[in-house]
């Protein structure tokens, strides 16, 4: 955070056996020191101390690629194994982190034929001050719940998301906008498209 500090969010997911699924955050910590492996896995034990819950409820986790989360031995992943394996229960499912696996998924599909356009029209409408001003006031007169575009920024991948979720949103005001303009784009009229925009769509 702003003060250095390192927080871990602990999320809990359970499903009934109505097969409704509830996450909710379970606890925040701040850490002062170190964030190994084990100095997670002790946080961790905090929070499953505190709602009275056992390792054999645990059933599948989710973590990122840091070296302290799924290492071998002394990561988390690997704290967790050992104390299931203490308690003479079946350790959970480890997952990659959903979205960057979509991230990784999209890398070596080729999607440029999406976002590339996307990002040239977006960066036409928003990086010209006049077309810009025009554009919100299209919107304004459309009585659109939506009141502008998003930038999209490389640096984050979780940005290509909103992007495309708020282009997708706005894209027949788009298409009607730059007709106006003469800026006729070929990709508001392919629907061909909208099968890869869809998947990076999904989150």
Not at 32 to 40: N, R, S, V, W
Not at 49 to 64: K, P
């Amino acid at each position: 955070d702003v003060c250095n500090t390192s927080q871990l969010l602990v999320f809990f997911r359970g499903v009934d056996y109505e097969l409704n699924v509830t996450q909710e955050l379970a606890s925040l910590h701040s850490m002062h020191g170190t964030t190994t492996g084990d100095d997670i896995f002790k946080e961790i034990q905090k929070s499953l101390t505190e709602y009275n819950l056992d390792w054999n409820r645990l059933q599948c986790v989710t973590v990122d690629g840091g070296k302290n989360m799924s290492g071998i031995k002394i990561c988390l992943v690997g704290q967790i194994t050992k104390a299931c394996e203490d308690a003479g229960i079946s350790k959970p499912m480890f997952l990659h982190c959903v979205i960057h696996q979509q991230a990784l998924c999209a890398k070596h599909i080729d999607m440029s034929s999406v976002l590339k356009p996307v990002i040239s029209i977006v960066d036409f409408i928003r990086c010209h001050a006049l077309n810009h001003r025009q554009f919100r006031s299209f919107l304004e007169e459309c009585d659109s719940e939506l009141t502008d575009l998003t930038y999209y920024t490389a640096v984050r991948w979780l940005s290509c998301g909103k992007v495309l979720s708020r282009f997708f949103q706005l894209r027949n005001e788009i298409d009607i906008f730059l007709n106006e303009k003469n800026h006729h784009e070929p990709l508001l009229s392919l629907s061909s498209g909208f099968g890869n925009w869809h998947f990076l769509l999904i989150w």
